[in-house]
């Protein structure tokens, strides 16, 4: 009876945490929007929007899907190992997990373009696991190396932003060094599975998940060519994506200099790879303010900025992965048909 008891108490200790986490998360995003928004001229925020320049946006657009192609290009080389070619499948599943990371708890949209494209490509999920990790901790450490190099020629950087880049460059290297060798750490997990006396079969899927997940991140070792295209498309996806962040700011009749759009994206990206509200409401907001009002752009702006970055970038995200899902459709009529 105590054993039913303490089974049943283990689901329930763990919703208890997740809804204490969400809990604390909507807090602080509550915090920080009333912040944001605090003293907000609503008439000046309302009257900029139509003011906007399509001309502008279109430009913003065109350079937030060059940036979308720079991250295929880059995932699509660390899966070439096991997959092959395989842009259009990486190209979908960089929507799928953007657009999932803005809405589902604890950036779920990770997991969700790994399964997705495991799936379709017939690739072990760990390797795909251990790809798409790479890619995420080598944009938090490319972040952290362009904040503290912008530091050099941006007067009076946001103490909190150089705090937090110290922070991610740190957590970043440790992280890769973990997935380097995390093919090694799957000898020493077979010596703790005998210990502990594991069933045999439990170890093995360990040492299986372990090493799939340690030769995904180990796509680049080896491979010159392969390593500077890596590092070439990483930093082609943000300048491609502080090149859209311009456009959008002179769509509102403002202007700021290559290296604040680069700093303004650096806070957003350090921001985001932490687990946030849906949408990063709140968070992306009082990161405008904090970082664009300094630099000149009007708080209602720098709100209405903000806005139609977010809004832009979903719906773009909704296209892709609509003609993805399309493309899935006709794929599985024309295999039906050849079949039949």
């Not at 604890?106 to 997991?111: H, K, L, S, T, W």
């Not at 340690?214 to 070439?232: M, Q």
């Not at 082609?236 to 502080?242: L, M, R, T």
């Not at 604040?260 to 946030?276: I, N, Y």
Request: aromatic share 10%; glycine share 8%.
């Amino acid at each position: 009876m105590s054993q039913v008891h303490s089974s049943a108490s283990v689901p329930r200790a763990s919703t208890l945490r997740t809804w204490t986490l969400r809990s604390v998360l909507l807090l602080v995003a509550a915090g920080l929007l009333y912040v944001a928004l605090a003293g907000l001229d609503w008439h000046a925020f309302f009257d900029s929007l139509p003011t906007l320049s399509p001309y502008w946006l279109a430009a913003t657009l065109a350079f937030q899907l060059l940036a979308l192609l720079s991250r295929a290009l880059r995932w699509s080389t660390l899966l070439a190992p096991e997959a092959g070619r395989c842009m259009a499948v990486a190209f979908v599943g960089e929507a799928i997990g953007d657009l999932g990371n803005s809405f589902l708890p604890a950036r779920a949209g990770e997991a969700a373009r790994t399964v997705w494209v495991s799936r379709l490509l017939g690739v072990r999920l760990p390797f795909v696991v251990g790809t798409a990790a790479v890619e995420r901790v080598s944009d938090a450490v490319f972040l952290a190396l362009v904040t503290f190099m912008l530091m050099l020629l941006i007067p009076h950087m946001p103490l909190w932003l150089t705090a937090a880049a110290g922070v991610f460059l740190l957590l970043g290297i440790v992280t890769l060094g973990v997935l380097f060798f995390l093919p090694a750490f799957s000898h020493g997990f077979a010596s703790i599975a005998r210990t502990l006396h594991l069933p045999h079969k439990l170890a093995h899927r360990g040492i299986e998940v372990l090493h799939g997940i340690g030769t995904g991140s180990r796509s680049l070792v080896h491979h010159p060519a392969r390593t500077a295209f890596y590092a070439a498309m990483t930093a082609a996806v943000w300048v491609f994506d502080a090149a859209a962040m311009l456009c959008l700011v002179h769509a509102f009749h403002d202007s700021l200099s290559f290296a604040q759009a680069m700093l303004f994206l650096a806070a957003l990206g350090l921001s985001s790879a932490v687990p946030s509200t849906p949408g990063y409401i709140g968070i992306f907001q009082f990161i405008a303010v904090a970082v664009l009002v300094p630099f000149g752009v009007s708080r209602p702006h720098a709100l209405a900025i903000i806005l139609v970055y977010q809004i832009a970038t979903i719906l773009q995200e909704l296209l892709w992965v609509g003609f993805g899902w399309l493309g899935l459709r006709y794929r599985a009529r024309a295999a039906t048909g050849t079949e039949q």
